[in-house]
Every structure is written in C-alpha cells, then in structure tokens.
C-alpha cells in the first residue's frame, strides 16, 4: 500500500494526474461486485495514493469516505478517513456525526480507534468529548507506523491519549 502511493506520486510528477486518476477509478472497480474481486484494502490504497498526490483529493476524498458502513470496506474506511481528514478536514464534517454515534460504538475496535482519530481530525472539540468516553476501552487493533515500519498493537485507549499527533498524518 506505501508503496502504491509514492508510485503514484512518481507517476503524477511524470505524467500529471491523468494516470493516477485511472488507478483510482481501477481499484474503485476491484472494490465493486461487478469486477467479480475484490480489493479488500482498496480504501487504504485510495487513501495512500492521495496522500502522495493531494490534488486529487476533493475529486476522490469523499468517494473513498462514502465506503464507511460497506462490508469488507468498514475499517479500512475508517482508516482512510481517519488518514484523509487530517489533510483537509472540511471535507469530511459530513461525517462527524455518523463517526460520534455509530463508528465509536462499533463491536470492532479498528473501527472505534480510526473513527475517533478522524472524528478529532474533523473536530476536535467533539473528539475531545468522544475520546474522555473511550478512555477506558482496552481492546486493540493492529497499527502500521509509517515511520517505522512496524506493525505494532494498539488499544483504543491508547490512542486516545496519543491525539492529534496519533500515526495518520500524510508524511
């Protein structure tokens, strides 16, 4: 997945985004019953290559969002939400509420832990609020650091008291 967004952002310095915009569209078609497959990380992937190619990102940012209740898609949604709203929140407020009432109460800690980290990339005072109710919630979910490369276990409690500078940012 890391390496599908810098491709992506190699292609865009050397084509323009044309080329990019194909890859997306192609994995929003793996994500589609129709293709007869499935990309089972294709949001992770939609949010990786946006990250690299930002400008891509009012085009596709809430097409990629709008998988967020869509089995298998739902925590690598919220991952994708999470990791896109710290880049541009607005665009995301839409979603606030869903997060607040339905994603931090999901049985699937993945989905509690990246719905809050989004919920307080799209507002932090509601995600102040969210994260005090969360304090406690012990059950983890694997994390990949982008900085380190590790794949490390985390609590939902955790990251609520590495916020806002929990792993989503686009460096």
């Known amino acids: 997945i890391e390496a599908l967004g810098h491709l992506a952002s190699w292609i865009a310095e050397g084509s323009g985004p044309e080329k990019v915009r194909r890859l997306i569209r192609r994995v929003l078609w793996l994500m589609n019953d129709e293709s007869g497959g499935i990309a089972w990380k294709g949001p992770e992937v939609i949010a990786e290559i946006l990250t690299h190619v930002p400008e891509l990102l009012d085009e596709y ?4 969002a709008s998988f967020i209740d869509e089995e298998p898609f739902v925590p690598g949604s919220h991952y994708a939400l999470a990791r896109l709203a710290n880049m541009l929140p607005s665009q ?3 979603l606030a509420e869903h997060l607040e009432t339905t994603s931090l109460k999901s049985d699937d800690p993945q989905v509690r832990g990246w719905g809050l980290v989004g919920l307080f990339a799209i507002d932090p005072a509601v995600g102040r609020r969210a994260a005090k109710k969360l304090a406690g919630d012990e059950e983890t979910f694997k994390v990949y650091s982008r900085v380190s490369g590790v794949i ?4 939902v409690a955790s990251i609520v ?3 806002p500078d929990f792993e989503t940012r686009a460096a």
């Open 61 to 64: 940012g809430r097409i990629v």
């Open 92 to 94: 995301f407020t839409h």
């Open 152 to 155: 490390r276990t985390e609590s």
């Open 161 to 163: 008291t590495k916020l």
